[in-house]
Structures are given as structure tokens and as C-alpha cells.
């Protein structure tokens, strides 16, 4: 197997130090679970999950894609009968007990599927497994979850939801019978949350069929995956108030402002119009999410916000971990160097990594319950590998570019035999692989190249139009970017 391992070192201590302490948070989370070793959600914890613990496994494999793997192998053998995989796996007393309450939240396709590329084997016995559990979880879904036959998937319990038991968001329907008051139950809900969910895993098979070479069925996959993401757009998504909700039994609206909306950018279910309306005038919006800490879990604004819950309150480390693909998907940079920058503020002055922050002051919040939360470390170490460091995703290497200001960074990559070396400092950021130089470019960008190098091309991803050289190979480039936009070398 293709090993990686990840180094960061700069003189800014202060950074230095959240660096070192979130992957020290990120690889003591690491537990036996009989045979393998599974990440789970902190050091404190003998629980792995499908809701977090496989997108911080994720982060894991620039350390240890043994490890990896095996988080995602762990839950590759765990389908019932009917296909429904655990949602949780909890060890004790050297016993693995899986659980099959949640089915929403599930941050493990698309992550899964990033491995393959990661190992350099994209038709393998790991693929396959990946493949088939999904097709059998797909076939779950769509069988026990869509009893109306609406092509729209449906939760029947909040016990199925993110939040669990006491999920706040799921009000009784009020009504009159006799003339007295009564309550009944909003489910079957209809769940946009769900609905992401299942468009990204057919997403992820079209790209595994490919891979094991399946043509055919990866185009069905995909077709599959439109119409899902069609669904989302006419049934759950209210123009007019630029945002998706759920509905209940009766097909009413659930007026609750989520902050799961994120997950429709996170499983690249919205287009581009829906995302750019959401981020306009929700993620945007200083009344709603954009507040000094930003993502609460409900709109600041809405009733049901409330600061001492933790799904309808202040934002959580998860949603940040979250938030960091969702908004690449859509182009968004500039943003999310914003928030990136509000969360290395926020953890960085005692490198502690809390389930929630403060959304007026972005204090940690409940840090004697819990301060090493790996969701959290590893948005922190996601952060500081886009500004500062290397990655692969798939077949694009990804350079960050944002600059160290009177500091210097040096952040290398080792991925099998080769090395990818990012160094930041007096205003200018250079890549190199295996000791040859890639690029020299102005700080405030980001590069994307092939795994070699090659195929250059450059995003802006300040909120401000920069004038910037890229000296790439032996030519020089000068280039005018405004906010996010990203041009080609040719």
C-alpha cells in the first residue's frame, strides 16, 4: 500500500503549536477495535461513526492511510439483511457493538472513494467492497425510505436525524378535533439532509463503476444521481426563500432555517444558482449564519435558536470540517478563507478543539465536556493544508498560497516516493516536487496542478482583486484575479 505522512513546521509559534496540537488530538483518537484500528471521534471516545469519524479519517490518511482504510473497512461489513449500514461502531471490553439508529449525516462516500486515488489502486478488492456495500445501501434506501413512492427519501423517527432523540426541529403538527386542541407526529418526514446524502453516494458509485470498469453502469449511476439532485431543486428547495427545508407527512413545509442546508454544497447536490442564492442570502447573512463566530446550527435569528443546545445553537466544529469541501465545490475561496481564519482565531489561543463555539465571541463552549473533538482538530489541520500546505484530491494537486505575512512556513507532503514541498515567506509561496521546482507565485492564491506538475492554473482566494506572478517552470506569468476567480497557464 502507498503510504503518506505530512509535515508543518513555521515560525509563527502561535500556529505552530495549533498545528502540532490538533494532529496530536487527530492521532491519539485512534483506537483498537479487535483487529483494526479505527479513528474515532476523540481520544476520549471508543465510538467510530459514519457521521464524522470517516471525513476526519479522511484528514487521517495524510498521516496513516492504514488507518484509513480500515475506518472505512470497519463499516464496509456491517450491512443487515435489508442493507442498512451501522451508523456507529462502539468498543468494549475488546467486543465491537454496531449501532443502526442515525441515517442522515453519513460523510462517507465521497471520502471513501478518495482513498482509492489516495493508495494509487482505483480497481481493487477495496473498491469492489466499496462498491457493493454502497449499491446495497442505495437499494436500502430506496426501498424502506421512500414509502410514498415520491422520489423523495423520508425519516420515520427523529431518532434517524443528525440530532438524534430530542431534535428540536421536528415540531408536533397542531390541530383541532371537536373543537380541542391536539398534536400529531410530523412523520414521515421528507428530508432534504437525506436527499444529499443519497444524491453523493450515487455520485460516488457512477465514479467507482468507472474506476472497476463498468461504463455503462456508471453512466446509469449517474442518471440515477441527476435525478436525485432534480428531486432536491423542485420539491425541497423553496425558491423563494432560497433554501431547502423539510416537509412533513401531510407535505407541509418545516419552516426551520437549518445550517444542514451546508450539507447540499457538502454532497454537491445544489447547482450552482442554489448555491450561489444560499451563500448570498443565508451563509452571507449577519442575522442568520454570518454571525462573528459563523454557522450557528439554526439561523441566529430564529426562534429555535438556542445557545445551550447543541443542534440548535452556537456553531460546531463539525460544520466548519464540513463546510471547507462544500464551499470548494462551488468555487467559493475567498469565503472560506474567511471562516478558515475565524477558526485558527478561534482555536488557535489555547489549541483546544471544542464541539461548539460561542457564535458572538467564538470562545470554545462546553470545554470541560470536551476539548479534543476530532471534527474540530481536523477542520483546524484541513485549514492550515489549503493555506498553507499540499494535497492530492483525486488526480489535482492542490497548492496553498495564502501567504505567511512577516512569518515562513515550510509544509511537505511524502506520498509513496515522492515529496511535494510548499515553502511561504517574504510575500511569496514555492511548490516544488522532489526537489524540482513547480511554481514561485504571489502570496493570496491557491495553485492546482496534475500529480506532476503540470496543467497549471491559479485562484485568488482573497476578497480583495490581487495583481500577481506566477513563475511556473521557465516562463512568467502576470496575472488581474478578482475574488475567486481562477485562470489557466498557457
Known amino acids: 500500500m502507498i503510504h503518506t505522512n505530512v509535515s508543518f513546521h513555521t515560525t509563527d509559534k502561535r500556529l505552530d503549536r495549533l498545528y502540532t496540537c490538533a494532529k496530536d488530538t487527530l492521532l491519539a483518537a485512534v483506537k483498537d477495535f479487535g483487529e483494526r484500528k479505527l479513528l474515532t471521534d476523540s481520544p476520549n471516545s471508543h465510538t467510530a461513526t459514519l457521521n464524522y469519524s470517516l471525513m476526519s479519517a479522511e484528514t487521517l490518511a495524510d498521516y496513516n492511510t492504514d488507518v484509513a482504510i480500515d475506518s472505512v473497512r470497519a463499516f464496509l461489513v456491517t450491512p443487515r439483511k435489508d442493507g442498512r449500514l451501522a451508523s456507529a461502531l462502539s468498543c468494549k471490553d475488546t467486543r465491537i457493538y454496531p449501532s443502526y439508529e442515525t441515517v442522515t449525516g453519513f460523510s462517507f462516500a465521497e471520502e471513501a472513494v478518495k482513498l482509492c486515488y489516495l493508495v494509487k489502486n482505483k480497481n481493487s478488492a477495496y473498491s469492489k467492497q466499496l462498491y457493493d456495500t454502497l449499491s446495497q445501501f442505495d437499494a436500502y434506501l ?12 423520508e425519516i420515520f423517527h427523529e431518532s434517524e436525524s443528525e440530532e438524534g432523540v430530542g431534535a428540536d426541529r421536528f415540531p408536533s403538527i397542531i390541530g383541532m378535533t371537536n373543537s380541542e386542541e391536539n398534536s400529531d407526529s410530523p412523520f414521515p418526514v421528507e428530508s432534504f439532509a437525506l436527499m444529499a446524502e443519497a444524491y453523493s453516494i450515487r455520485v460516488a458509485l457512477s465514479e467507482l463503476a468507472l474506476m472497476l470498469g463498468k461504463k455503462e453502469e456508471s453512466a446509469a449511476w449517474l442518471q440515477k444521481a441527476t435525478a436525485v439532485a432534480t428531486k432536491i431543486r423542485g420539491f425541497l428547495w423553496l425558491g423563494g426563500f432560497h433554501a431547502c427545508f423539510d416537509r412533513d407527512y401531510r407535505g407541509g413545509i418545516l419552516s426551520t432555517l437549518s445550517i444542514n442546508n451546508l450539507q447540499l454544497l457538502y454532497f454537491g447536490a445544489a447547482d450552482q444558482p442554489m448555491a ?4 448570498k442570502h443565508h451563509l452571507r447573512n449577519k442575522e442568520e449564519f454570518w454571525t462573528p463566530m459563523p454557522l450557528p446550527s439554526v439561523a441566529r435569528n ?10 440548535c445553537g452556537n456553531p460546531r466544529g463539525v460544520t466548519y470540517r464540513r463546510a471547507i469541501p462544500a464551499l470548494e465545490k462551488y468555487g467559493y475561496y475567498s469565503l472560506l478563507t474567511e471562516l478558515g481564519k475565524k477558526l485558527l482565531c478561534a482555536t488557535g489561543e489555547d489549541a483546544l478543539f471544542p464541539v461548539t463555539f460561542d457564535a458572538l465571541t467564538g470562545s470554545p463552549q462546553n470545554i470541560d465536556r470536551e476539548a479534543k473533538y476530532v471534527p474540530t482538530a481536523s477542520a483546524v489541520l484541513e485549514v492550515i493544508k489549503r493555506f498553507f500546505g499540499v494535497y492530492a484530491d483525486r488526480e489535482t494537486v492542490c497548492w496553498g498560497c495564502l501567504g505567511m505575512g512577516d512569518a515562513s512556513s515550510e509544509y511537505r507532503f511524502t506520498w509513496g516516493n515522492d515529496v511535494y514541498l ?3 515567506g517574504n510575500g511569496v509561496t514555492t511548490g516544488s516536487i522532489n526537489g524540482e521546482r513547480v511554481f514561485t507565485v504571489t502570496e493570496g492564491t491557491r495553485i492546482f496542478t496534475d500529480l ?3 496543467s497549471v492554473r491559479v485562484a485568488n482566494v482573497t476578497n480583495e482583486a490581487i495583481d500577481c506572478i506566477c513563475v511556473c517552470r521557465d516562463q512568467t506569468f502576470s496575472l488581474h484575479l478578482e475574488p475567486n476567480e481562477s485562470k489557466d497557464l498557457k
Do not use: C, I, R, T
Open 422 to 424: 510548499v515553502k511561504a
Open 302 to 311: 430564529h426562534s429555535l435558536f438556542d445557545p445551550n443546545n447543541e443542534f
Open 452 to 454: 506532476y506538475g503540470s
Open 142 to 153: 430506496w426501498k424502506m425510505h421512500d414509502q410514498n413512492s415520491n422520489g423523495s427519501l
Open 276 to 279: 450561489d442564492a444560499l451563500v
